[in-house]
T-cell receptor, first 113, second 114 residues
Framework: AAGVIQSPRHLIKEKRETATLKCYPI?????VYWYQQGPGQDPQFLIS???????DKGSIPDRFSAQQFSDYHSELNMSSLELGDSALYFC????????????FGPGTRLTVL | QQQVKQSPQSLIVQKGGISIINCAYE??????FPWYQQFPGKGPALLIA?????SEKKEGRFTISFNKSAKQFSLHIMDSQPGDSATYFC?????????????FGTGTRLTIIP
């Protein structure tokens, strides 16, 4: 079965640079979630989209923005990167009405130098 | 403030034994409680989930016990195997208003020794 795809898998950036993370949800899933997981930490919710509209927002810095496109893929844009942004970024997708299960992608490991 | 508290932080169990991980939550609006398994460098994978209308759910070697009045739930792994060695996260969400973001516990690093 098709899974959530994230790209790139690894990304190295310098401080103050920008980064764009991409997420391709499971086909026919209508909801995308973004989570940030620091080293040894639990995943923290950043933002979610349902049918291309932002549905919820968590502890996402103002330097970050995200959107969901007409083909349901989502992008997380991160600007003015800081050392503390180094983390694993996970995208999860779900289908409303199908039991609330969120399926996670393999993650993007962002390292800010 | 951690809305979902998880214990223990780490756990070592002998092969064939029972692994037990506990979680407690604060928000009474939570109505969906999944457990995720995560291997290093990988994304969390759903193991099993429960809703408050049942007190126990079993799938293979994995069982969730749920105590609504105490606001606690736990994961039991029977006949634990070395391949079960991973980090386990409990989570909770309020699904009533389409607001299904997961709030995770702090994780338990489980090691199964031969």
């Amino acid at each position: 079965a098709a899974g959530v795809i994230q790209s790139p898998r690894h990304l190295i950036k310098e401080k103050r640079e920008t980064a764009t993370l991409k997420c391709y949800p499971i086909p026919r899933h209508d909801t995308v979630y973004w989570y940030q997981q620091g080293p040894g930490q639990d995943p923290q919710f950043l933002i979610s989209f349902y049918e291309k509209m932002q549905s919820d927002k968590g502890s996402i810095p103002d330097r970050f923005s995200a959107q969901q496109f007409s083909d349901y893929h989502s992008e997380l844009n991160m600007s003015s990167l800081e050392l503390g942004d180094s983390a694993l970024y996970f995208c999860a997708s779900s289908l409303v009405g199908s039991g609330d299960t969120q399926y996670f992608g393999p993650g993007t490991r962002l390292t800010v130098l | 403030q951690q809305q979902v508290k998880q214990s223990p932080q780490s756990l070592i169990v002998q092969k064939g034994g029972i692994s037990i991980i506990n979680c407690a939550y604060e928000n009474t609006a939570f109505d969906y409680f999944p457990w995720y398994q995560q291997f290093p460098g990988k994304g969390p994978a759903l193991l099993i989930a429960i809703r408050p209308d049942v007190s126990e759910k079993k799938e293979g070697r994995f069982t969730i016990s749920f105590n609504k009045s105490a606001k606690q739930f736990s994961l039991h792994i029977m006949d634990s195997q070395p391949g079960d060695s991973a980090t386990y996260f409990c989570a909770a969400s309020d699904t009533n208003f389409g607001n299904e973001k997961l709030t995770f516990g702090t994780g338990t690093r489980l090691t199964i020794i031969p």
